[in-house]
Nanobody, 125 residues
Framework: QVQFVESGGGLVQPGGSLRLSCVAS????????MGWYRQAPGKQRELVAG???????NYADSVKGRFTISRDNAKKSVYLQMNSLKPEDTAVYYC???????????????????WGQGTQVTVSS
């Protein structure tokens, strides 16, 4: 069974930074594009950042220029560096492998139906 373990969230003031980590128990991790999702209260889960096995990245417009996704294939890990955080970034953040869509990166869907517990990010003064 595939497992994702996210960590690194917390309470931060607007303008602050956090670095999220996700460890995946996925065989042949390097072949999978990986993504970070977030879900705010009362809202649907949304894809905010993705990275291919080769390191190409994509971002939702709402986080472009502020968030940076990276990965370490040897550690089966993916990271999300979040800078200039805003209150609207408050959400639970999850990672999953991505299945690309012919409709574009933003239409990618999660590969695995199992999700980790997520990590809570709260941006508030």
């Amino acid at each position: 069974q595939v497992q994702f373990v996210e960590s690194g969230g917390g309470l931060v003031q607007p303008g602050g930074s956090l670095r999220l980590s996700c460890v995946a128990s996925v065989s042949i991790f390097s072949i999978y594009p990986m993504g970070w999702y977030r879900q705010a209260p009362g809202k649907q889960r949304e894809l905010v950042a993705g990275i291919t096995g080769g390191g190409s990245t994509n971002y939702a417009d709402s986080v472009k220029g502020r968030f940076t996704i990276s990965r370490d294939n040897a550690k089966k890990s993916v990271y999300l560096q979040m800078n200039s955080l805003k209150p609207e970034d408050t959400a639970v953040y999850y990672c999953n492998a991505l299945r690309p869509s012919t409709s574009g990166w933003s239409a990618s869907v999660p590969v695995f139906g199992s999700w980790g517990q997520g990590t809570q990010v709260t941006v508030s003064s």
